[in-house]
C-alpha cells in the first residue's frame, strides 16, 4: 500500500508555526518566540524554524488555564 502525497500533507495539520500560535492564542509572535526559547511552551526546533505540536498546544492552554484560576483562588 503506497501513501499519497495527499496523505502525508494531512499530517502537517498537526504542526503550527509561530505565526499560527501566536494567531491561535491572541498573543504577539514576539510573545511565542520568547516562550519557545525558554522552553515553556511545547515546541521542537527543525530546521532553524520553531514548530508547535497542535495537541500539545491545546493541552498546555488548558493547563495554563487550570494553573492561573488556581492561583487567583489564593
Given at each position: 500500500?503506497?501513501?499519497?502525497?495527499?496523505?502525508?500533507?494531512?499530517?502537517?495539520?498537526?504542526?503550527?508555526?509561530?505565526e499560527?500560535?501566536?494567531?491561535?492564542?491572541h498573543?504577539s509572535?514576539?510573545?511565542?518566540?520568547?516562550?519557545?526559547?525558554?522552553?515553556?511552551i511545547?515546541?521542537?526546533?527543525?530546521?532553524?524554524?520553531?514548530?508547535?505540536?497542535?495537541?500539545?498546544i491545546?493541552?498546555?492552554?488548558?493547563?495554563?488555564?487550570?494553573?492561573?484560576?488556581?492561583?487567583?483562588?489564593?
Amino acid at each position: 500500500m503506497a501513501s499519497s502525497n495527499t496523505e502525508k500533507a494531512e499530517g502537517y495539520d498537526d504542526i503550527m508555526t509561530v505565526e499560527m500560535v501566536a494567531d491561535y492564542l491572541h498573543v504577539s509572535v514576539s510573545k511565542i518566540y520568547e516562550l519557545a526559547q525558554k522552553r515553556e511552551i511545547p515546541c521542537n526546533k527543525a530546521t532553524g524554524k520553531w514548530l508547535f505540536p497542535k495537541q500539545l498546544i491545546l493541552e498546555w492552554q488548558i493547563n495554563e488555564s487550570i494553573k492561573y484560576g488556581s492561583e487567583e483562588g489564593k
